[in-house]
């Protein structure tokens, strides 16, 4: 089974910290993404990567940047965390190719900025 | 642009009732469309897919069928159990659209005794 996992469940940060969330999976896929969940909204592409020190920004970049010096591993930087990155925050992976791209999640990352 | 419209909730239901969650897509080419389930505290699990037009995705008792006339992919389930109860979210990707989903804004559903 694909295992994508996150550094931590819940995390509490003051306004203007900088702010690392980490992701890992074990399959071997060469796409790897983070999302940002709010009511209201649905799932909103911030940045993915297709290749080891690739990246490309999605729909909400702003106030974040990434970082893919392994395969398997794919972070997400706040470099100055503000109250309106409290989200939930969700790591996928995908191989390329085929009909479809199958998306696997991680379990997401609560994020709270006081 | 490309974008996923789907019914607001919560949809409450008793157990053994029929559901249906709509789901219709604007897309600038042809789409795969997919439903993801999340259950409470969980990331988001794929639970069917549809890559062209007139297939059915099923899985779980759950079933959509991928209709091009009405650009829709409404979810359906013929009796609901208590641990259905999650959100429902409906998801295109355009082949050689560079692997980005498009999610809609997710449909809450809880089921009762």
């Known amino acids: 089974d694909v295992k994508v996992t996150q550094s931590s469940r819940y995390l509490v940060k003051r306004t203007g910290e900088k702010v690392f969330l980490e992701c890992v999976q074990d399959?071997?896929?060469?796409?790897m993404f983070w999302y940002r969940q709010d009511p209201g909204l649905g799932l909103r592409l911030i940045y993915f990567?297709?290749?080891?020190?690739?990246?490309e920004k999605g729909d909400i970049p702003e106030g974040y940047s990434v970082s893919r010096e392994k395969k398997e591993r794919f972070s997400l930087i706040l470099e100055s965390a503000s109250t309106n990155q409290t989200s939930m925050y969700l790591c996928?992976?995908?191989?390329?190719?085929?009909?479809?791209?199958?998306?696997?999640f991680g379990p997401g990352t609560r994020l709270t900025v006081t | 642009g490309n974008s996923v419209t789907q019914m607001e909730g919560p949809v409450t239901l008793s157990e053994e009732a029929f559901l249906t969650i709509n789901c219709t897509y604007t897309a600038t080419g042809y789409p795969s469309l997919f439903w993801y389930v999340q259950y409470p505290g969980e990331g988001l699990q794929l639970l069917l897919k549809?890559?062209?037009?007139?297939d059915k995705g099923s899985n779980k008792g759950f079933e959509a069928t991928y209709r091009k006339e009405t650009t829709s992919f409404h979810l359906e389930k013929g009796s609901v159990q208590v641990s259905d109860s999650a959100v429902y979210f409906c998801a295109l990707i355009l082949t050689g659209g560079g692997n980005k989903l498009t999610f809609g804004t997710g449909t809450q559903l809880k089921v009762e005794l």
């Open positions: 996928a992976s995908s191989l390329v190719g085929g009909p479809f791209y199958e998306q696997y």
């Open positions: 990567s297709y290749d080891v020190k690739m990246k």
């Open positions: 549809a890559t062209k037009a007139d």
């Open positions: 399959m071997d896929h060469e796409n």
